[in-house]
């Protein structure tokens, strides 16, 4: 009988499951490897065959797809919990429609597309999350492709650093100190929209005291954000 219990864990979560031990872990997914990478290296890259599956312990892993024009769109960033990887049979023989690169030091484990179905089948309550993470991140990704074709920068530029906020922003006077520092050229990749623009309004942004920001910190001021920014 397998010595963990996901029913142990709070119904839905993934995080608590990461607090087992790696040899607990082995047990269960004789394939599972745990890595640590430094910032701006690639999980995988764009083109690549990769079957296996990556679960963010640490850190923060960005999602991007480059075009055949040469830009790149960041499509999401990930925290820990989030799983990513192929859920197809023949996901050996197909290549990677994007980039998993950590934006910072990134642990994750790597588990085997066997291992990984074993566990599927076996914990009906962990696949449940799984699928509910992989659901939750292509609505988002479907909400920020309709934003690009549909809105203008601005607004998708207050949308970011919204969503940003409940993501990775802690609470200070100001309203929300994010967490993680994105340059503009990363907030660009986010939005679609180049660097120069994006610039042009987070100066205007800081000029009329929506937020502020260093070069180690943003703080955001969600109430005024909102109101400035008629998010309708």
Request: charged share 25%; aromatic share 8%; proline share 3%.
């Amino acid at each position: 009988m397998s010595s963990l219990k996901p029913g142990n864990t709070k119904a839905g979560l993934l995080k608590p499951l990461l607090e087992w031990k790696l040899e607990q872990w082995q047990k269960e997914c004789p394939s599972i490897q745990e890595i640590e990478i430094p910032g701006k290296h690639f999980l995988y890259r764009q083109g690549e065959r990769c079957a296996g599956f990556f679960w963010i312990k640490e850190g923060i892993v960005k999602l991007s797809h480059l075009t055949i024009q040469g830009n790149e769109l960041t499509l999401a960033l990930l925290q820990r919990g989030d799983i990513i990887g192929r859920l197809q049979r023949d996901a050996v023989s197909q290549s990677m429609e994007e980039s998993a690169q950590a934006l910072r030091k990134v642990v994750f484990y790597q588990i085997g597309h066997e291992d990984f179905k074993q566990l599927m089948s076996r914990w009906p309550e962990w696949s449940w999350s799984v699928f509910e993470a992989i659901y939750t991140r292509q609505q988002q990704i479907e909400r920020k492709l309709r934003a690009i074709l549909t809105q203008p920068v601005e607004k998708r530029v207050i949308a970011m650093l919204l969503e940003l906020a409940q993501l990775f922003g802690a609470r200070c006077t100001h309203g929300y100190a994010l967490e993680i520092f994105l340059t503009q050229q990363e907030l660009a990749d986010l939005v679609g929209a180049s660097r120069s623009v994006v610039s042009t309004i987070m100066n205007d942004f800081r000029s009329r005291g929506i937020l502020d920001y260093t070069r180690e910190q943003i703080c955001i001021n969600d109430t005024t954000l909102i109101s400035n920014g008629s998010l309708d």
